[in-house]
């Protein structure tokens, strides 16, 4: 519901209806325990980040617009959820954003905004918990709360 709300004023969004939660709950199942809302919508879409050094991101028209990667971080696991090691949290994404934020070499008091792929209505729940942002199980009435 708090994706939706977001992609609401969004001209692009594919899905742009209001919806509630028990609408999301007492809809349809696609698979136990995903209802259609809960998933994420098909589309056929590219993207690239292209990468290059600083002194070379100057050199090229709106170079001064470059964003400059200060770390890194990655992990895989079982893409199928009942595959996972840890219901409750998602292996992933704590490595990886442990990794991130050590090459980076800054806390999360230094971060201002954070953007999450929120492809399935769980994984924004995972992330902010696992990556540190908010504490385990905080992540729901941090999204009810608006933010």
């Not at 999301?24 to 990468?51: E, H, K, N, Q, W």
């Not at 079982?78 to 994404?93: A, K, T």
């Not at 905004?113 to 399935?120: G, N, P």
Request: with cysteine.
């Amino acid at each position: 519901v708090s994706q939706r709300l977001w992609a609401m004023p969004n001209e692009r969004a594919q899905r742009r209806d209001p919806i509630d939660v028990e609408g999301v709950l007492s809809a349809r199942p696609i698979a136990y325990p995903f209802t259609r809302d809960m998933c994420c919508v098909v589309t056929d879409a590219g993207g690239a980040l292209v990468l290059m050094s600083a002194e070379r991101a100057r050199d090229l028209p709106g170079g001064d617009r470059a964003v400059y990667i200060l770390g890194s971080g990655e992990g895989t696991e079982s893409v199928i959820v009942s595959q996972m090691d840890d219901l409750e949290s998602f292996g992933p994404f704590r490595r990886g954003a442990k990794e991130a934020f050590e090459t980076a070499g800054v806390t999360h008091d230094d971060i201002d905004h954070v953007m999450f792929y929120d492809a399935f209505a769980h994984l924004p729940l995972y992330m902010l918990e696992d990556t540190g942002f908010v504490g385990k199980g905080e992540s729901a009435a941090f999204y009810k709360e608006g933010h």
